[in-house]
């Protein structure tokens, strides 16, 4: 018996128990009339039908995308692997199981993360800028802390927004201190902090914390209205000047750069350019690295939708 192996290495006449997701679950009936469950069970590194013969519950359809225990047998059936359980049930209180074998997780210490996050908005000089951060992050602390940074494209794991956000604040205040006779450092570190918040608006997540569609305001608005809405509420009840809210907010309406990329209006000062080239490097170094650990070195890999592009990774 093997406990918690990857799905990835699993192999015909494996003997497994452990924790992994119920991707797909469906409750059928058998040709001799009997019900059986038919679906799917995925950890981080890969995704494996399953069956459960002579079954009627406790698991159903209203499982999927939670986690459960299990016990079974690796078969094959028609070219392919199959796990046929012997036991499944829902996870309970006392289990112990890492998110992290699961599904992705930001290769970053989440709490040490936030911490220095906050601290950094601390260090906003302007008194305004500083109190507006320190607000919109009170509000949206929780699902900002653990929500992927997207669905698909990059940062699309749990914790994704913390690690892009924190990535992209260190590389502002890094440029903020080349460049002080053209960057206001207050205005572009407040608008780096809180470019992208109302992802947590715009994101509808599992119970395991993964993007599974947008919201209907996340159709409708968008994270970068949501989140200037946001930064002009909170600057409205703070009492800021309207002319600091209405920067920090085309901050965020322009950080894609282009409308034909997302922006609502294109970006017209210093800051707000230099926070939709920080946006692009950070998220296209993401999308570099999770495509290499793809491909061989020496290699290039498939063309990258995101990219536009195949990309070589050099030994």
Not at 101 to 113: E, S
Request: hydrophobic share 40%; glycine share 8%.
């Amino acid at each position: 018996m093997e406990y918690n192996k990857w799905v990835a290495d699993l192999a015909v006449g494996d003997e497994i128990e452990g924790f992994y997701i119920l991707k797909t679950a469906q409750i059928k009936t058998s040709n001799n009339g009997k019900p059986f469950l038919a679906g799917a069970a995925a950890d981080r590194s890969g995704t494996i039908d399953v069956k459960i013969w002579d079954y009627s519950g406790p698991l159903g359809a209203e499982d999927e995308g939670s986690v459960i225990k299990l016990r079974g047998n690796v078969t094959e059936y028609r070219g392919a692997l199959q796990l046929i359980l012997s036991r499944a049930r829902p996870v309970q209180e006392d289990d112990r199981y890492d998110l992290g074998d699961l599904v992705p997780v930001a290769p970053i210490d989440a709490d040490a993360g936030w911490r220095e996050l906050l601290d950094m908005a601390e260090t906003i000089g302007d008194e305004d800028y500083r109190a507006v951060c320190r607000k919109v992050l009170e509000q949206y602390g929780n699902r900002f802390r653990t929500i992927p940074g997207g669905k698909s494209m990059h940062h699309s794991f749990v914790n994704g927004l913390l690690m892009h956000t924190l990535y992209m604040a260190r590389i502002a205040d890094y440029l903020a201190g080349v460049y002080p006779e053209t960057v206001d450092r207050d205005l572009l570190l407040a608008g780096t902090i809180l470019h992208d918040v109302a992802k947590c608006d715009e994101f509808v997540t599992s119970p395991l914390g993964l993007v599974t569609e947008y919201s209907v305001r996340g159709e409708l608005l968008g994270h970068l209205v949501m989140g200037a809405q946001a930064a002009a509420a909170a600057a409205k009840e703070l009492g800021v000047p309207e002319e600091k809210s209405i920067l920090l907010q085309h901050l965020l309406l322009s950080h894609h750069g282009d409308p034909a990329f997302g922006a609502a209006v294109r970006p017209v000062c210093a800051e707000s350019e230099l926070l939709s080239m920080i946006d692009l490097i950070d998220s296209r170094m993401e999308i570099y690295k999770e495509t290499m650990e793809e491909t061989e070195p020496g290699r290039f890999s498939k063309k990258v939708f995101a990219l536009d592009k195949k990309i070589f990774r050099h030994r």
